[in-house]
Structure formats: C-alpha cells, structure tokens
C-alpha cells in the first residue's frame, strides 16, 4: 500500500527533480522514493557509528593493529 505526501520544493531542486526523470525515463515519485530510501539508509548507518562512538564498552582499535589483523 502507498501514501500520497505533498511537499514543496524549491524551484532549482525542482528543475533538478524533472531533468533526472526525464534523462532516466521515470516517475518523479519513483526518483523521490529512491532518494529517500537511500536518505533513511544513510541515516541509520550514522546512527550506529554515533552509538558506537559514544559507546565506552567498544574496543577501539588503532590504524596499526587493523593492517597487523588484516596482514598488511
């Protein structure tokens, strides 16, 4: 099932929207959902790596012991 959003976009961003679907042969819904799809992707990775900062339990592991466990 899909939802119908209404959202306003600034004129360039716009203009910018319709070349892409138009180079690409595709909705500008289609455009928009892909977007945001990789937008929220994005923003649960940031997520994990600002828990996992903030997480004094988390080993951390110098540039040096990397490339030793990797052999390099």
């Known amino acids: 099932m899909s939802t119908a959003i209404s959202v306003r976009l600034p004129k360039e961003l716009s203009e910018q929207l319709e070349s892409i679907a138009k180079e690409t042969e595709r909705p500008r819904s289609f455009i928009i959902q892909k ?37 390099l």
Not at 37 to 58: N, S, W
Request: some cysteine.
């Open 35 to 71: 977007a945001l799809e990789c937008y929220i992707e994005d923003y649960a990775d940031l997520q994990v790596a600002l828990d996992r900062l903030h997480d004094k339990t988390d080993t951390i592991v110098s540039g040096k012991d990397l490339r030793k466990s990797l052999g």
